[in-house]
């Protein structure tokens, strides 16, 4: 699918300061050639290495690829010791990109309707991976802080999206799900709501039926992030067998994270 030209032409405006670390760099994707790239290491890491079914045209093509990526920001990380070859990325989808009728990706699976209307100005972080051979912090990073700055320029009110853990059984989860429940929890007023014809479990039905004794893993690096500067989770945990993914909705309010202090906030600019 490709990319509006006026959507990369106003990309210059959207975030002023460049970012850097070591050899890798981290910028707006500047043309569809860079957007191909990054949806290419999406279909890597997110299918091909993480177990999704991808369907014919994604298996020819071996891009992933949907109906957001025509209207969204897409971040890359680069190496500049090859070549630029995109190493990392992550999308951005901004309220005032959608058409008045049109969800977010998070809406197919959630009702945001609450979070939506108290906060209007919202940006939606999705699509986010590290190539296997970058995940030593770095790109990550540089994700981090380039989005952070995107948020903070453009004045976004709420940032959301989904947080995923690799496989569909959620009792393999229940560590860090109950973790979520207990310490996390979005509030009843904005809590993103599932929806119907969705495949969920209760996360409070998992703390429940928890077996203490077993350990199920650790709290994925960027969700660690998200936590540590305000993010709150939704009650209930979605079952995705095309990603291969059980994942929860997350939300942080703006004003909150940056008068936090944070330092993932603060040395981030």
């Known amino acids: 699918m490709a990319i509006p030209p006026k959507l990369f032409q106003q990309m210059s405006t959207l975030v002023a300061n460049s970012l850097n670390a070591g050899h890798y760099g981290v910028r707006l994707a500047q043309d569809q050639q860079e957007v191909q790239a990054a949806q290419h290491l999406r279909y890597e890491v997110l299918f091909k290495e993480s177990g999704g079914s991808a369907n014919p045209e994604m298996l020819n093509s ?12 897409h971040v890359v990380v680069v190496d500049k010791k090859q070549a630029d070859k995109v190493v990392g990325t992550i999308r951005l989808v901004s309220s005032t990109q959608l058409d008045e009728s049109q969800p977010f990706y998070t809406e ?10 108290k906060y209007p100005k919202s940006l939606e972080l999705s699509r986010a991976c590290v190539s296997p051979e970058g ?15 995107f ?24 560590d860090i799900l109950a973790y979520l429940y207990e310490h996390h929890l979005a509030s009843p007023e904005l809590m993103p709501v599932v929806k119907d014809n969705v495949n969920s479990v209760s996360i409070k039905r998992v703390v429940r039926e928890r077996d203490e004794s077993q350990s199920t893993g650790k709290v994925p690096t960027l969700l660690k992030g998200y936590l540590k500067v305000g993010a709150r989770v939704s009650d209930r945990a979605v079952i995705d067998p095309v990603f291969n993914t059980t994942f929860v909705a997350i939300y942080v309010i703006t004003a909150d994270m940056f008068s936090s202090n944070h330092s993932l906030v603060k040395h981030s600019f």
Request: hydrophobic share 45%.
């Open 135 to 149: 995940r030593g912090g770095a790109i990550l990073m540089l994700l981090w802080k380039f989005t952070m700055q």
């Open 108 to 117: 197919h699976a959630f009702n945001l309707d609450a979070v939506r209307a």
């Open 62 to 73: 071996e891009l992933e690829e949907d109906e957001w990526d025509a209207i969204a920001y």
């Open 151 to 174: 948020i903070e320029q453009n004045a976004y009110q709420v940032l959301f999206g989904c947080a995923s853990f690799k496989g569909q059984d959620y009792s393999q989860h229940q």
